[in-house]
Protein backbone atom coordinates (compact mmCIF):
# COMPACT_ATOMS: atom_id res chain seq x y z
CA UNK A 1 0.00 0.00 0.00
CA UNK A 2 1.00 3.55 -0.78
CA UNK A 3 0.98 6.03 2.27
CA UNK A 4 -0.76 9.00 1.75
CA UNK A 5 -1.21 12.29 3.22
CA UNK A 6 -4.82 13.50 3.05
CA UNK A 7 -7.07 10.19 4.11
CA UNK A 8 -10.96 10.00 3.01
CA UNK A 9 -12.06 10.34 6.24
CA UNK A 10 -12.18 12.96 8.68
CA UNK A 11 -9.96 12.06 12.16
CA UNK A 12 -9.75 13.10 15.22
CA UNK A 13 -7.97 12.03 18.52
CA UNK A 14 -6.80 13.54 21.34
CA UNK A 15 -5.05 11.16 24.70
CA UNK A 16 -4.70 12.21 28.45
CA UNK A 17 -3.03 10.50 31.39
CA UNK A 18 -5.76 11.28 34.06
CA UNK A 19 -5.94 13.18 37.17
CA UNK A 20 -4.08 11.16 39.66
CA UNK A 21 -0.42 11.42 38.11
CA UNK A 22 -0.37 7.92 36.39
CA UNK A 23 1.78 7.84 33.62
CA UNK A 24 0.08 7.49 30.13
CA UNK A 25 0.75 3.88 28.98
CA UNK A 26 -1.66 4.69 26.01
CA UNK A 27 -0.53 4.72 22.28
CA UNK A 28 -2.29 5.24 19.18
CA UNK A 29 -1.64 5.85 15.27
CA UNK A 30 -3.86 6.29 12.63
CA UNK A 31 -2.87 6.02 9.18
CA UNK A 32 -3.74 6.36 5.53
CA UNK A 33 -2.92 4.33 2.19
CA UNK A 34 -4.02 3.86 -1.16
CA UNK A 35 -4.58 0.57 -1.69
CA UNK A 36 -6.26 -2.66 -3.95
CA UNK A 37 -4.82 -3.71 -7.08
CA UNK A 38 -4.38 -0.45 -9.02
CA UNK A 39 -3.74 1.67 -5.30
CA UNK A 40 -6.53 4.00 -6.17
CA UNK A 41 -8.67 2.50 -3.07
CA UNK A 42 -8.37 4.77 0.02
CA UNK A 43 -7.88 2.91 3.62
CA UNK A 44 -7.54 4.61 7.16
CA UNK A 45 -6.32 1.88 9.36
CA UNK A 46 -6.59 3.45 13.16
CA UNK A 47 -5.03 0.92 15.96
CA UNK A 48 -5.10 2.06 19.85
CA UNK A 49 -3.26 -0.06 22.25
CA UNK A 50 -3.75 0.23 26.24
CA UNK A 51 -0.30 -0.85 27.98
CA UNK A 52 -0.96 -3.28 31.02
CA UNK A 53 1.74 -4.39 33.87
CA UNK A 54 1.98 -0.81 35.54
CA UNK A 55 5.44 -0.66 36.43
CA UNK A 56 6.56 -3.36 34.18
CA UNK A 57 6.45 -0.98 31.07
CA UNK A 58 3.22 -0.80 29.96
CA UNK A 59 4.25 2.07 27.66
CA UNK A 60 6.78 -0.11 25.97
CA UNK A 61 4.12 -2.84 24.87
CA UNK A 62 1.48 -0.70 23.72
CA UNK A 63 4.22 1.64 21.77
CA UNK A 64 5.72 -1.71 20.23
CA UNK A 65 2.05 -2.75 19.53
CA UNK A 66 0.90 0.10 17.28
CA UNK A 67 4.29 0.39 15.51
CA UNK A 68 4.77 -3.03 14.77
CA UNK A 69 0.65 -3.51 13.73
CA UNK A 70 0.13 -0.27 11.64
CA UNK A 71 4.22 -1.36 9.73
CA UNK A 72 2.45 -4.90 9.14
CA UNK A 73 -0.81 -3.66 7.74
CA UNK A 74 1.06 -1.03 5.54
CA UNK A 75 3.52 -3.75 3.96
CA UNK A 76 0.75 -5.73 2.66
CA UNK A 77 -1.73 -4.72 -0.31
CA UNK A 78 -5.20 -4.58 1.63
CA UNK A 79 -6.67 -7.24 -0.59
CA UNK A 80 -7.01 -10.08 2.55
CA UNK A 81 -7.98 -7.52 5.73
CA UNK A 82 -9.07 -10.15 8.11
CA UNK A 83 -5.78 -12.22 7.37
CA UNK A 84 -3.23 -9.59 7.54
CA UNK A 85 -4.73 -7.97 11.34
CA UNK A 86 -4.51 -11.79 12.58
CA UNK A 87 -0.67 -11.54 10.93
CA UNK A 88 0.28 -7.87 11.96
CA UNK A 89 -1.38 -8.52 16.12
CA UNK A 90 0.18 -11.81 16.52
CA UNK A 91 3.63 -10.32 14.76
CA UNK A 92 3.73 -7.87 17.57
CA UNK A 93 2.45 -9.94 20.59
CA UNK A 94 5.62 -12.09 19.93
CA UNK A 95 7.86 -9.15 19.51
CA UNK A 96 6.03 -7.55 22.60
CA UNK A 97 6.95 -10.87 24.55
CA UNK A 98 10.78 -11.70 23.44
CA UNK A 99 11.22 -7.84 24.59
CA UNK A 100 9.82 -8.70 27.89
CA UNK A 101 12.11 -11.86 28.83
CA UNK A 102 15.23 -9.32 27.44
CA UNK A 103 14.82 -6.94 29.94
CA UNK A 104 14.03 -8.00 33.91
CA UNK A 105 12.46 -4.22 33.99
CA UNK A 106 9.49 -5.26 31.34
CA UNK A 107 8.79 -9.16 32.30
CA UNK A 108 4.97 -9.60 31.95
CA UNK A 109 4.62 -6.25 30.04
CA UNK A 110 1.68 -6.19 27.22
CA UNK A 111 -1.00 -4.08 25.73
CA UNK A 112 -4.31 -4.27 24.86
CA UNK A 113 -4.90 -3.50 21.20
CA UNK A 114 -8.07 -2.35 19.14
CA UNK A 115 -7.64 -2.04 15.26
CA UNK A 116 -10.30 -0.17 12.67
CA UNK A 117 -9.62 -0.65 9.49
CA UNK A 118 -11.23 1.15 6.81
CA UNK A 119 -10.96 0.64 3.09
CA UNK A 120 -13.00 3.09 1.04
CA UNK A 121 -16.32 2.72 2.81
CA UNK A 122 -15.93 -1.03 4.48
CA UNK A 123 -15.06 -1.92 7.73
CA UNK A 124 -12.95 -4.43 9.05
CA UNK A 125 -12.22 -4.81 13.20
CA UNK A 126 -10.18 -6.50 15.34
CA UNK A 127 -9.39 -6.05 19.01
CA UNK A 128 -7.49 -7.79 22.37
CA UNK A 129 -8.53 -6.92 25.72
CA UNK A 130 -11.18 -4.03 26.57
CA UNK A 131 -10.42 -1.21 24.29
CA UNK A 132 -13.07 -0.55 22.33
CA UNK A 133 -14.71 -0.14 19.15
CA UNK A 134 -18.08 1.60 18.56
CA UNK A 135 -19.91 2.72 15.47
CA UNK A 136 -22.57 5.80 15.87
CA UNK A 137 -25.33 5.77 13.17
CA UNK A 138 -28.90 7.55 13.11
CA UNK A 139 -28.83 8.77 16.26
CA UNK A 140 -27.56 5.32 18.07
CA UNK A 141 -24.59 3.85 19.77
CA UNK A 142 -23.56 0.07 18.88
CA UNK A 143 -20.61 -1.46 20.56
CA UNK A 144 -19.14 -3.53 17.59
CA UNK A 145 -16.21 -5.15 20.00
CA UNK A 146 -16.04 -7.87 22.96
CA UNK A 147 -13.84 -7.18 26.27
CA UNK A 148 -11.77 -9.70 26.78
CA UNK A 149 -11.67 -9.41 30.89
CA UNK A 150 -12.93 -12.20 33.33
CA UNK A 151 -16.03 -9.53 34.19
CA UNK A 152 -16.83 -9.90 30.60
CA UNK A 153 -16.25 -14.13 30.65
CA UNK A 154 -18.30 -14.31 34.01
CA UNK A 155 -21.36 -12.59 32.15
CA UNK A 156 -21.73 -14.73 28.99
CA UNK A 157 -21.28 -17.55 31.41
CA UNK A 158 -23.82 -16.56 33.72
CA UNK A 159 -21.95 -16.79 37.27
CA UNK A 160 -22.59 -12.78 37.81
CA UNK A 161 -25.00 -10.31 36.98
CA UNK A 162 -24.41 -6.91 36.14
CA UNK A 163 -25.10 -5.57 40.05
CA UNK A 164 -22.09 -4.14 41.57
CA UNK A 165 -20.17 -6.38 38.67
CA UNK A 166 -17.86 -3.25 38.36
CA UNK A 167 -16.59 -3.05 42.30
CA UNK A 168 -15.61 -7.06 41.88
CA UNK A 169 -12.01 -7.31 42.32
CA UNK A 170 -11.35 -9.10 38.76
CA UNK A 171 -13.53 -6.40 36.83
CA UNK A 172 -10.42 -5.36 34.94
CA UNK A 173 -8.26 -8.63 34.68
CA UNK A 174 -7.34 -8.82 30.77
CA UNK A 175 -8.12 -12.22 29.38
CA UNK A 176 -6.53 -11.59 25.93
CA UNK A 177 -3.85 -9.11 25.17
CA UNK A 178 -0.21 -8.37 23.08
CA UNK A 179 2.40 -10.21 25.03
CA UNK A 180 0.82 -13.37 26.32
CA UNK A 181 3.02 -15.85 26.24
CA UNK A 182 0.78 -18.05 23.64
CA UNK A 183 0.14 -16.34 20.16
CA UNK A 184 -3.26 -14.26 21.41
CA UNK A 185 -6.47 -14.98 19.39
CA UNK A 186 -7.76 -12.07 17.95
CA UNK A 187 -11.25 -11.55 17.71
CA UNK A 188 -12.89 -10.70 14.31
CA UNK A 189 -16.85 -10.69 15.74
CA UNK A 190 -18.27 -7.42 14.80
CA UNK A 191 -21.59 -7.20 16.51
CA UNK A 192 -24.50 -5.12 14.59
CA UNK A 193 -27.22 -7.02 14.99
CA UNK A 194 -29.13 -8.24 17.97
CA UNK A 195 -29.28 -11.71 19.02
CA UNK A 196 -26.34 -12.52 16.54
CA UNK A 197 -24.41 -15.80 16.60
CA UNK A 198 -20.49 -15.59 16.53
CA UNK A 199 -20.93 -16.80 12.81
CA UNK A 200 -23.30 -14.04 12.28
CA UNK A 201 -21.16 -11.50 13.48
CA UNK A 202 -17.78 -12.88 11.95
CA UNK A 203 -19.90 -12.32 8.50
CA UNK A 204 -20.32 -9.06 9.47
CA UNK A 205 -16.70 -8.28 8.66
CA UNK A 206 -16.85 -5.63 5.97
CA UNK A 207 -19.29 -3.31 7.21
CA UNK A 208 -20.75 -1.10 4.51
CA UNK A 209 -20.70 2.41 6.60
CA UNK A 210 -22.95 4.67 5.64
CA UNK A 211 -22.70 8.76 4.98
CA UNK A 212 -22.35 10.25 8.28
CA UNK A 213 -21.39 7.14 10.59
CA UNK A 214 -18.43 7.66 13.12
CA UNK A 215 -16.08 5.55 14.27
CA UNK A 216 -15.11 5.67 18.00
CA UNK A 217 -11.96 3.94 19.76
CA UNK A 218 -11.57 4.03 23.31
CA UNK A 219 -9.52 3.26 25.84
CA UNK A 220 -11.24 1.80 29.12
CA UNK A 221 -10.46 4.81 31.14
CA UNK A 222 -13.13 6.44 29.01
CA UNK A 223 -16.07 3.59 29.40
CA UNK A 224 -15.35 3.53 32.56
CA UNK A 225 -16.64 6.26 33.85
CA UNK A 226 -19.04 7.60 30.76
CA UNK A 227 -21.70 5.54 29.61
CA UNK A 228 -22.23 4.41 26.30
CA UNK A 229 -25.02 7.17 26.02
CA UNK A 230 -23.34 9.56 27.58
CA UNK A 231 -20.89 9.06 24.92
CA UNK A 232 -23.50 8.93 22.08
CA UNK A 233 -24.89 12.51 22.98
CA UNK A 234 -21.51 14.12 23.41
CA UNK A 235 -20.12 13.01 19.87
CA UNK A 236 -23.52 14.20 18.33
CA UNK A 237 -23.86 17.45 19.82
CA UNK A 238 -20.20 18.56 19.36
CA UNK A 239 -18.12 19.04 16.50
CA UNK A 240 -15.92 15.95 15.73
CA UNK A 241 -12.85 17.35 16.03
CA UNK A 242 -13.77 19.03 19.38
CA UNK A 243 -15.47 15.32 20.97
CA UNK A 244 -12.13 13.90 21.67
CA UNK A 245 -11.12 16.37 24.03
CA UNK A 246 -14.61 16.71 25.26
CA UNK A 247 -14.68 13.48 26.12
CA UNK A 248 -11.59 13.05 27.75
CA UNK A 249 -12.67 16.17 29.92
CA UNK A 250 -15.82 14.64 30.94
CA UNK A 251 -14.07 11.40 32.06
CA UNK A 252 -11.69 13.75 34.36
CA UNK A 253 -14.06 15.07 36.13
CA UNK A 254 -15.12 12.35 37.38
CA UNK A 255 -12.03 10.98 38.93
CA UNK A 256 -9.99 10.35 35.77
CA UNK A 257 -8.36 7.44 37.60
CA UNK A 258 -6.72 5.96 34.53
CA UNK A 259 -5.12 6.70 31.13
CA UNK A 260 -7.77 7.97 28.49
CA UNK A 261 -7.70 8.20 24.79
CA UNK A 262 -10.45 8.75 22.19
CA UNK A 263 -10.23 8.32 18.10
CA UNK A 264 -12.65 9.21 16.22
CA UNK A 265 -13.43 8.44 12.27
CA UNK A 266 -16.18 9.99 10.32
CA UNK A 267 -17.43 9.01 7.32
CA UNK A 268 -17.85 12.15 5.06
CA UNK A 269 -22.01 13.08 4.68
CA UNK A 270 -23.52 12.85 1.44
CA UNK A 271 -23.52 16.71 0.88
CA UNK A 272 -19.30 16.57 1.33
CA UNK A 273 -19.15 13.54 -0.34
CA UNK A 274 -20.97 14.98 -3.81
CA UNK A 275 -18.29 17.51 -3.59
CA UNK A 276 -15.16 15.62 -3.42
CA UNK A 277 -14.58 12.60 -1.25
CA UNK A 278 -11.38 14.13 0.70
CA UNK A 279 -10.35 17.51 1.56
CA UNK A 280 -7.59 16.95 -1.00
CA UNK A 281 -10.11 16.19 -3.39
CA UNK A 282 -12.09 19.15 -2.76
CA UNK A 283 -9.11 21.47 -3.40
CA UNK A 284 -8.05 19.61 -6.63
CA UNK A 285 -11.75 20.24 -7.76
CA UNK A 286 -11.96 24.44 -6.63
CA UNK A 287 -8.69 24.77 -8.13
CA UNK A 288 -9.28 23.56 -11.53
CA UNK A 289 -12.53 25.21 -11.38
CA UNK A 290 -10.76 28.27 -10.66
CA UNK A 291 -8.26 27.40 -13.97
CA UNK A 292 -11.35 26.81 -16.00
CA UNK A 293 -12.45 30.78 -14.90
CA UNK A 294 -9.41 32.11 -16.19
CA UNK A 295 -8.93 30.08 -18.86
CA UNK A 296 -12.16 31.64 -20.09
CA UNK A 297 -11.56 35.11 -18.78
CA UNK A 298 -8.54 35.25 -20.72
CA UNK A 299 -10.02 33.96 -23.47
CA UNK A 300 -13.20 36.67 -23.32
CA UNK A 301 -10.03 39.25 -23.42
CA UNK A 302 -8.31 38.31 -25.79
CA UNK A 303 -11.22 37.93 -28.15
CA UNK A 304 -12.45 40.95 -27.42
CA UNK A 305 -8.85 42.72 -28.01
CA UNK A 306 -8.85 41.34 -31.21
CA UNK A 307 -12.13 42.67 -32.13
CA UNK A 308 -10.96 46.16 -30.93
CA UNK A 309 -8.09 46.07 -32.65
CA UNK A 310 -9.78 44.59 -36.24
CA UNK A 311 -12.50 47.21 -35.93
CA UNK A 312 -9.63 49.95 -35.46
CA UNK A 313 -7.89 48.74 -38.69
CA UNK A 314 -11.11 48.85 -40.70
CA UNK A 315 -11.79 52.25 -39.80
CA UNK A 316 -7.96 53.72 -41.02
CA UNK A 317 -7.99 52.11 -43.84
CA UNK A 318 -11.49 53.19 -44.69
CA UNK A 319 -11.65 56.67 -47.09
CA UNK A 320 -14.69 58.56 -47.75
CA UNK A 321 -16.89 57.70 -50.44
CA UNK A 322 -17.32 59.92 -53.26
CA UNK A 323 -20.31 59.31 -55.20
CA UNK A 324 -19.67 59.67 -59.34
CA UNK A 325 -22.48 59.27 -61.91
CA UNK A 326 -21.69 55.90 -63.91
CA UNK A 327 -20.23 56.25 -67.46
CA UNK A 328 -22.21 55.55 -70.01
CA UNK A 329 -21.59 54.43 -73.24
CA UNK A 330 -22.74 56.14 -76.48
CA UNK A 331 -25.59 54.45 -77.75
CA UNK A 332 -28.14 55.17 -80.40
CA UNK A 333 -30.44 58.13 -79.90
CA UNK A 334 -34.10 56.99 -79.69
CA UNK A 335 -36.48 58.88 -82.03
CA UNK A 336 -38.55 61.13 -79.57
CA UNK A 337 -42.13 60.32 -78.74
CA UNK A 338 -44.34 61.69 -81.09
CA UNK A 339 -46.99 63.78 -79.32
CA UNK A 340 -50.37 64.99 -80.98
CA UNK A 341 -50.07 68.21 -81.98
CA UNK A 342 -53.13 70.18 -81.91
CA UNK A 343 -54.03 71.71 -85.67
CA UNK A 344 -54.47 75.28 -84.00
CA UNK A 345 -50.91 75.10 -82.55
CA UNK A 346 -48.22 76.14 -84.71
CA UNK A 347 -45.52 76.95 -82.31
CA UNK A 348 -43.05 74.01 -81.70
CA UNK A 349 -41.89 74.77 -78.04
CA UNK A 350 -38.02 75.36 -77.61
CA UNK A 351 -36.25 72.29 -76.33
CA UNK A 352 -34.46 73.98 -73.06
CA UNK A 353 -30.90 73.86 -72.81
CA UNK A 354 -29.89 70.81 -70.53
CA UNK A 355 -26.95 72.72 -68.40
CA UNK A 356 -24.24 70.03 -67.04
CA UNK A 357 -21.84 72.26 -65.96
CA UNK A 358 -19.64 71.44 -63.59
CA UNK A 359 -19.71 67.91 -64.99
CA UNK A 360 -18.89 66.89 -68.56
CA UNK A 361 -21.46 66.35 -71.17
CA UNK A 362 -22.14 63.01 -71.05
CA UNK A 363 -23.12 62.71 -75.19
CA UNK A 364 -21.06 63.28 -77.72
CA UNK A 365 -23.21 66.04 -79.39
CA UNK A 366 -24.84 69.00 -78.93
CA UNK A 367 -28.23 68.39 -77.62
CA UNK A 368 -29.36 72.02 -78.97
CA UNK A 369 -31.81 71.66 -81.78
CA UNK A 370 -32.00 75.19 -83.92
CA UNK A 371 -35.33 76.41 -84.67
CA UNK A 372 -35.74 76.10 -88.75
Known amino acids: MTRIDQPHLDIAAATHPGMIGKQNEDRYNVSAFLTGTEKKTPAVLAVLCDGIGGHRAGEVAAQMGVDLISREVAAGDGQQPIRTLEKAIQKA???????????????????????????????YTANLGDSRIYLLRGGHILQLTTDHTWLQEAYDAGLIDEEGADEHPNAHVIRRYLGSSKAPRPDFRLWFFEEESDVDALDNQGLLLEPGDVLLLCSDGLTDLVTDEEIQALVISTPLHDAPAALIDLANTRGGHDNTTVILLGMPSESAGKSGASPRRRRLMGCLAGLIILVLLAAAVYVGLRWRADR?????????????????????????????????????????????????????????????
Open 312 to 372: LDTLATTTPTVTQPLPIQPTETLPAKETATPPEATHTPEVEEVVTTPLPTITPWPTHTPVP
Open 93 to 123: SHAVYEASLSDQRRIGMGATCACAWVIGNRL
